[in-house]
Nanobody
Framework: QVQLVESGGGLVQTGGSLRLSCAAS????????MGWFRRAPGKEREFVAA????????YYADSVKGRFTISRDNAKNTVYLQMNSLKPEDTAVYYC????????????????WGQGTQVTVSS
């Protein structure tokens, strides 16, 4: 069982930066791949970024590639999403998720979810 708690969301102007954190409980955090997803108003939940259990493999949605960076610190049971050059279309609730084995881009492939943190980018 893994419990996830996101933090770091907020209101930022276009071009600004935020760093989201996702703290995980459980001794097996280091064996889980982690993903970040987001849901904008009126839209489906979409993949943002994923990272392997070791941190050696990462993958990004085209819409955030070059602007967002996913990382993890297994000693702290935490995964991060550094978001730079934010745009109004990045406004959404951001969720972290965990799954055993390799990362995936489909939200249905993840077993554990956090409650989400709101990111709002003003124009």
């Amino acid at each position: 069982q893994v419990q996830l708690v996101e933090s770091g969301g907020g209101l930022v102007q276009t071009g600004g930066s935020l760093r989201l954190s996702c703290a995980a409980s459980g001794r097996t955090f280091s064996s889980y791949a982690m993903g970040w997803f987001r849901r904008a108003p009126g839209k489906e939940r979409e993949f943002v970024a994923a990272i392997s259990w070791s941190g050696g493999s990462t993958y990004y949605a085209d819409s955030v590639k070059g602007r967002f960076t996913i990382s993890r610190d297994n000693a702290k049971n935490t995964v991060y999403l550094q978001m730079n050059s934010l745009k109004p279309e990045d406004t959404a609730v951001y969720y972290c998720a965990a799954r055993p084995g390799p990362w995936r881009t489909s939200p249905g492939m993840y077993d554990y979810w956090g409650q989400g943190t709101q990111v709002t980018v003003s124009s």
